[in-house]
């Protein structure tokens, strides 16, 4: 029996040792198979994979391989996909909005008023405390001294005289503005200061180009006139000036008619 056991293992040493170079590659080539099969639980078995998944593999691989930025020169991604051209693009945007508004707020807003069934230009300009009257308009008797001292100077600290304050009657498109106006030497244009725009007495906003105004009673609109000619004559009348009281021991209570002109809402 021990006889017959060796004999036994004798011969499957034999039959699994390769004698011959084919056996060899073909030992070789079952094991190759062997490494590319995948073992599938549901049916319990070897199965290879499918010539369709090693084609999508490669085209995920040509994908990748063929995508490339043309503004940051990465090959992850396409450039419309490119985070820092988009990054760039919107702050870009950005500093163009904020140039416009700049360029918007350098702008000399005006409108139409009525003044003894004569139309006039009158400058818009929340940036100045106070509104002012035409001198060459105003009838001298009417004209009496402010409550307060109120006194102009430019930034080059050059005195501009403010004579009194003239309370009269305006009209824009209807609306009957009764308001205290203050006059100034070598003045002679009509200028809409916060204290017109911010009052009680009227109810004032913009919208869509248009200066619309009610007193309570009547309601009015107006089209409102832009200029970018900060420099022209009528408008550096009343350029970079401060107004000061005396009345507050000199303070200077900071209120400057602007460069530029803007509207309350």
């Not at 056996?23 to 994979?49: G, I, M, T, W």
């Not at 919107?90 to 005006?110: N, T």
């Not at 003239?166 to 009509?190: G, L, Q, R, S």
Request: proline content about 2%.
């Amino acid at each position: 029996m021990a006889a017959l056991d060796l004999k036994l293992r004798e011969k499957n040493c034999v039959i699994g040792v390769p004698r011959t170079a084919n056996d060899v590659l073909a030992k070789a080539e079952a094991f190759e198979n062997a490494s590319k099969c995948h073992y599938n639980r549901n049916e319990n078995s070897f199965q290879k994979p499918s010539s369709s998944s090693n084609n999508n593999n490669n085209k995920n691989n040509n994908k990748k391989s063929n995508k490339f930025c043309e503004y940051c020169k990465k090959t992850n991604h396409n450039t419309d996909a490119c985070y820092s051209k988009k990054k760039k693009e919107k702050k870009d945007k950005a500093e163009k909005e904020k140039v416009s508004s700049i360029e918007s707020d350098r702008m000399v807003m005006k409108i139409m008023i009525d003044f003894k069934n004569k139309k006039h230009l009158a400058i818009i300009d929340s940036g100045s405390s106070i509104s002012f009257f035409p001198k060459n308009l105003i009838d001298s008797s009417k004209l009496v001294n402010s409550e307060k001292n109120v006194s102009a100077v430019s930034f080059t600290n050059d005195p501009i005289s403010i004579i009194g304050v003239y309370k009269e009657t305006i009209k824009i498109e209807n609306v009957k503005c009764k308001w205290d106006f203050y006059v100034a030497n070598n003045n002679d244009y009509f200028l809409i200061g916060f204290d017109f725009l911010s009052s009680k007495r009227f109810k004032i906003s913009t919208d869509f180009g248009l200066f619309k105004i009610s007193n309570g009673r009547t309601e009015g609109q107006t089209k409102i006139l832009r200029s970018t000619d900060i420099n022209s004559h009528d408008y550096q009348q009343f350029n970079n000036l401060i107004i000061s009281t005396d009345s507050d021991k000199k303070k200077i209570l900071n209120i400057f008619i602007s460069n530029h002109c803007v509207l309350l809402n």
